[in-house]
Each structure stands twice: as C-alpha cells, then as structure tokens.
C-alpha cells in the first residue's frame, strides 16, 4: 500500500492550495480517508475525513468553511483544497487511510491503518 501526497508549498496568508494523495495497493473505494497535519513542536491533528463513497465527510473546526475534501475513486485520489489559509495552518499534511473506521472515528489518527509520507505546507504572514 502506498499514499503519495503531493501540493504542499509555500504561500502567503490568503492563499490557496491544493493537496492531492494518490494511492495504490488498496482496493480504494473501500476506504475511509483523511487528512492529518503536524505543524512544528505539535502533536498530529486531524483535519479533514471522508466516507468511502464520498457523501459524507467531517472536518475539524479549526478548518471549517476554509477547507474542502473530495475523492475520486476512479483514480484513486483524495484531494483536500485549502482556501484563506492562516499562518497557523503551517505543518506538514498527511494522508491516510482506515478500512474499518466508523464514523465517530473520523478524528481519530489511530483508526486509520496507511499513512502518506506528508507534504509540507507553509503560510507567510
């Protein structure tokens, strides 16, 4: 199994930018997926998960409204675009996958079972 994300870069407070994951060696439609961030000295955070089929999808609150995850199961892509970015939103993302998570395990890092090698995302003020 392997998650390659990609995307991260540097922009300014304001900006915009679009992480993909791509992933092979799964049967992708039969996993939940999520997107995790790691900003310097901190513990990983969840950011943002989505159902198997896509209908439904869970964010944390520090990214609501700004941030949006989708997939495409035909390629085996999950996307998370990220818009009015803050400094704060600095870190390195992860992807990552669960076959077994519930919904009330969304947030969990623990639920999912393959991790992506992360892409770095910086937000200058």
């Known amino acids: 199994v392997q998650l390659q994300a990609s995307g991260g870069g540097v922009v300014q407070a304001g900006g915009s930018l679009r992480l993909s994951c791509e992933a092979s060696?799964?049967?992708?439609?039969?996993?939940?997926m999520g997107w995790f961030r790691q900003a310097p000295e901190k513990e990983r955070e969840f950011v943002a998960a989505?159902?198997?089929?896509?209908?439904?999808?869970n964010y944390a609150d520090s990214v609501k409204g700004r941030f949006a995850i989708s997939r495409d199961n035909a390629r085996n892509l999950v996307l998370l675009q990220m818009n009015t970015l803050k400094p704060e939103d600095t870190a390195v993302y992860y992807c990552?996958?669960?076959?077994?998570?519930?919904?009330?395990?969304?947030?969990?890092?623990?639920?999912?079972?393959?991790w992506g090698q992360g892409t770095l995302v910086t937000v200058s003020s």
């Open positions: 060696g799964l049967s992708f439609r039969n996993y939940v």
């Open positions: 990552a996958g669960g076959a077994t998570i519930i919904t009330s395990s969304y947030g969990s890092a623990s639920a999912y079972h393959h």
């Open positions: 989505i159902s198997r089929g896509g209908a439904s999808t």
